[in-house]
């Protein structure tokens, strides 16, 4: 959808590259623990059935914030050391 769009883009803006890049560098870990990690420990901690919308929306946001915390925490302190190794 957006792709037709951002083609004509020659080099991206840094307000679009610097988050885009960063979440490049920690999607792997994201896709490690999201599901896996988080949201299980948090569906344990938390009873999502008899939510509101609003605290549903408010869980959202709290799962979305830890899973990207955590991510990135894997990737600087597990994955980066990692891969420097490899050098």
């Known amino acids: 959808m957006f792709l037709p769009f951002l083609s004509e883009w020659k080099t991206a803006p840094s307000w679009f590259a ?11 870990s994201i896709y490690l623990i999201h599901y896996s990690l988080v949201l299980q420990l948090l569906k344990y ?3 999502t059935v008899s939510l509101s ?32 190794l490899r050098k």
Do not use: C, G, N
Not at 65 to 84: D, G, H, N, W
């Open 18 to 28: 610097k988050p885009v890049t960063l979440i490049s560098l920690i999607s792997y």
């Open 45 to 47: 901690w938390i009873d």
């Open 53 to 84: 919308d609003w605290q549903l929306h408010l869980f959202t946001v709290f799962y979305l914030t830890i899973t990207f915390l955590l991510s990135y925490l894997l990737y600087r302190y597990y994955e980066k050391p990692i891969m420097a």
